[in-house]
């Protein structure tokens, strides 16, 4: 006891370490205690008893500055981090030096501090009764080792000392279908695949020097089959033995067949196993350089590919798609790629090749899609539409390719479909240009550019303005003006369509709030707004009320005006959300009524509130043909239902609509379409003249 307490000096033990060995340097005055601390980056003794002093023969002045090395000179430097572990206690069975230069052989036991940076070491000498105790627990131990080892389940490696095994379980032997005694020594270096014996020898050199390590390695079975691990190898030191290593062995051939099996499903079409367009587009991005040539793209579309649906069933449509895939896999040259782009279209994508052959490869293949096949018990005829592009200096993207390929082949279905058809340039650039469009529509709706303006409606009775019509216009910085019969019809093309239509009505039922304020009773009782076919879902009446809310409006205020044509696409749904706007209390009005083609006993009971005389009919009145007009609007007067007689040109147009019983009027003649600030100030005008 009086060592570690004699003499305080600066350097002395800390408190946290007293608490550790006090039990132990009170239980017997033959056990050695040490402790160890890193100081820079050396493990060093700070701290002796008087036991160690007894069994090493240092003073303790000598054993305060000596490394721990010095102390065990059988330890390399990995062995020695496994003896001064930070994570947990460790015990070895190790040649000690003595002052006198001589070894003793003794059992080592540290213990880490807490904080892992100072370690007790006890020290045991074999020939103390304790350490014959102590051994033969270690025996137990060891046996038990042995027996939890055999039969675990992970593949185990256990060398004492370099490359030769001392021991393998039972697990590894059932890996690779040896025998143990087959594998002992240097026989589990047979079971490694020959490409990746460098890679397991390194592994094993870097284990041997004290690094943990991990490598994947492929292991032939005596039957001759190869399964893929991952083998992670693990320093082990033997006293008296050397350097040697456990390794622990991964089987991940079952979960790389399944990752395997998942990308491909991920890239690949599950109907016809072709390369899906996301395995397309890496492809073509892998092999395009820009301002090279030679990468040739085939984009093909089946003609009347719905017909076959339609008529025979989706079973029959899936039958072609897999016959035309096996056509075009059996066409094409070696190396070229088949992909199925998406529904009835497919890609061709080929390299060293200039237009003539891409193009005679397309008439190869439009030859063998023609070729009859029975479906469904008829026999009929693939046809595809087929676009021709190669690669040119204009090429800055492998996506370009790609897409002019796709005008190509639309320009060969608008000829008159089963044609081949190499990209036309002219159409090309328009084809970009409507792209840009498209990108600077979608600008224009974010940043809330498209404009409203509003056209007055006249009621025939008194011939006053009653309500107007929200006009959507675009005006773009560059192009100038861009008419609705342009942009509207983009906007559904490219899904821009209910933003847009989100916009008109927000808009539209802003401005007419606005008004309310500005003119009181003189603002227009009612604003009518046209809804597109792609926005007649179940979202269009909460759409609706929503806006009319967030405005403070009756749901009277609004006409929603939705095309004959639209609405006859699929009745059953188109009435639903009529029925919904209906039972919201937002009025109903029939445009461009009798261009169509719907039934008039459906019309009966559609419940809509108005129909608009199409322009083309009116403008017949200044030919004394007035026989549609008259036609249209005695029907809607039969129906119960209003009329709104659009594009009205002059006062005799007028005047021969009223006399037919045109319950509004609109057109250029009595007012054109206004902003909203001069739409109030037209209304206010008006209001006065009424006055």
């Excluded at 409507?434 to 007055?456: F, G, H, S, W």
């Excluded at 879902?537 to 759409?543: F, K, T, V, Y």
């Excluded at 249209?632 to 040109?649: D, K, P, R, S």
Aim: net charge negative; aromatic share 6%; hydrophobic share 45%.
């Amino acid at each position: 006891m009086s060592a570690w307490i004699s003499e305080p000096e600066e350097d002395m033990v800390p408190p946290e370490i007293v608490s550790t060995v006090f039990y132990s340097a009170t239980v017997s005055d033959n056990l050695a205690l040490l402790v160890a601390e890193t100081v820079g980056t050396t493990q060093r003794l700070t701290w002796g008893n008087e036991g160690a002093v007894q069994l090493l023969g240092y003073g303790l002045e000598d054993l305060r500055i000596m490394p721990v090395a010095h102390l065990f000179p059988s330890l390399g430097g990995g062995e020695l981090k496994l003896l001064l572990r930070r994570e947990r206690a460790a015990r070895m069975t190790l040649p000690v030096r003595t002052a006198s230069g001589a070894e003793v052989e003794a059992v080592v036991m540290t213990t880490p501090s807490p904080g892992g940076r100072m370690w007790t070491i006890r020290v045991l000498s074999t020939a103390n009764e304790q350490e014959r105790a102590l051994r033969a627990t270690a025996d137990a131990h060891e046996r038990r080792f042995s027996a939890l080892t055999e039969r675990s389940p992970i593949p185990t490696l256990l060398s004492e000392q370099g490359m030769r095994l001392a021991h393998v379980n039972d697990a590894f032997c059932s890996l690779v279908g040896l025998r143990a005694e087959q594998l002992l020594g240097t026989g589990w270096i047979d079971t490694v695949h020959p490409d990746d014996l460098d890679s397991v020898i390194q592994q094993v050199s870097a284990a041997l020097d004290g690094d943990e390590v991990e490598t994947q390695a492929r292991l032939v079975r005596d039957d001759g089959s190869v399964r893929m691990t991952v083998i992670r190898f693990a320093h082990l030191f033997t006293p008296g033995v050397g350097a040697g290593f456990v390794g622990t062995i991964e089987d991940i051939t079952d979960r790389l067949a399944f990752e395997a099996k998942l990308a491909h499903q991920a890239n690949h079409d599950p109907l016809t196993g072709l390369p899906n367009r996301t395995l397309l587009a890496q492809y073509v991005a892998g092999r395009f350089t820009a301002g090279t040539s030679g990468l040739a793209c085939l984009f093909l579309d089946l003609d009347n590919f719905k017909v076959v649906n339609d008529s025979l069933g989706h079973t029959a449509g899936d039958e072609l798609l897999v016959e035309v895939a096996e056509r075009l896999r059996a066409t094409v040259r070696p190396g070229d790629l088949v992909a199925r782009f998406g529904g009835d279209e497919f890609v061709v994508i080929c390299e060293n090749v200039d237009q003539d052959a891409a193009v005679a490869l397309a008439g190869r293949v439009s030859e063998a899609l023609s070729r009859p096949m029975r479906l469904g018990g008829v026999d009929i005829r693939p046809y595809a539409s087929v676009g021709v592009t190669v690669q040119t200096s204009e090429h800055v993207a492998a996506e370009e390719l790609i897409r002019d390929c796709d005008i190509a082949m639309y320009q060969a279905k608008a000829s008159g479909k089963g044609r081949v058809t190499v990209l036309d340039q002219q159409a090309r650039a328009e084809a970009r240009d409507k792209l840009r469009l498209v990108t600077e529509l979608r600008d224009a709706i974010e940043r809330r550019e498209i404009q409203m303006y509003y056209q007055p409606i006249f009621s025939t009775r008194d011939g006053r303005p009653v309500a107007v019509e929200s006009l959507a216009r675009w005006t773009h910085a560059e192009r100038g003006p861009i008419s609705p019969v342009v942009f509207v019809p983009l906007a559904e093309e490219s899904g821009l369509i209910i933003g847009l239509g989100r916009l008109v009505l927000d808009e539209t039922c802003r401005q007419l709030a606005e008004w309310d304020q500005l003119l009181g009773p003189a603002a227009p009782r009612r604003a009518n707004v046209n809804v597109s076919a792609l926005q007649l879902d179940d979202n269009l009446a909460a759409q609706v009320a929503d806006v009319l809310e967030r405005h403070g409006l009756a749901p009277s205020r609004i006409q929603i005006e939705i095309t004959e044509s639209a609405l006859m696409k699929d009745p059953a749904s188109a009435r639903e959300v009529l029925d919904q706007l209906r039972a919201l209390g937002v009025e109903l009005a029939i445009d461009d009524f009798g261009t169509g083609y719907s039934s008039l006993a459906y019309l009966r009971h559609l419940p809509v509130d108005c129909l608009k005389v199409d322009r083309s009919f009116v403008a017949e009145l200044s030919d004394g043909h007035s026989e549609i007009a008259s036609a249209v609007i005695a029907m809607a007067h039969n129906l119960n239902l209003c009329t709104v007689a659009e594009g009205v040109e002059t006062l005799e147009q007028a005047e021969e609509l009223t006399r037919l019983g045109a319950t509004y009027l609109q057109g250029f003649s009595l007012a054109q379409p206004m902003t909203g600030g001069h739409t109030a100030a037209w209304f206010a005008a008006h209001s006065e003249e009424d006055a």
